[in-house]
Nanobody, 121 residues
Framework: QVQLVESGGGLVQPGGSLRLSCTAS???????IGWFRRAPGQERDRVSC????????FYDDSVKGRFTISVDNAKKTVHLQMDNLKPEDTAVYYC???????????????WGQGTQVTVSS
């Protein structure tokens, strides 16, 4: 069974950038990979996903124009480039194997440790 591991989080000032990585180990990278986030005291929300076969991508309205998702098949890694970060982007970010197309992304019941992103001055 594939295991997905998140990395790349950290502390950044508003307007700054971070690049998160989601790397598969133990198996091939699933066709659909999604990023989710959970802010303190809130439910886990969808952020973005990519289908590595069709290259279709989905973005939640809250991140459109600021975040870019991409896939490196050779490295079995999906990246989430986050630019113009805002304090409200502060959350633990998770990746998971999910159905993905340009209109929607599915959810998962299997979660890893996540990576913390803090946007603060």
């Amino acid at each position: 069974q594939v295991q997905l591991v998140e990395s790349g989080g950290g502390l950044v000032q508003p307007g700054g950038s971070l690049r998160l990585s989601c790397t598969a180990s133990g198996s091939t990278l699933p066709y659909g990979i999604g990023w989710f986030r959970r802010a303190p005291g809130q439910e886990r929300d969808r952020v973005s996903c990519i289908n590595r076969a069709s290259r279709l991508t989905f973005y939640d309205d809250s991140v459109k124009g600021r975040f870019t998702i991409s896939v490196d098949n050779a490295k079995k890694t999906v990246h989430l480039q986050m630019d113009n970060l805002k304090p409200e982007d502060t959350a633990v970010y998770y990746c998971a194997a999910v159905p993905c197309d340009s209109q929607n992304m599915g959810t998962s019941h299997v979660w890893g440790q996540g990576t913390q992103v803090t946007v603060s001055s």
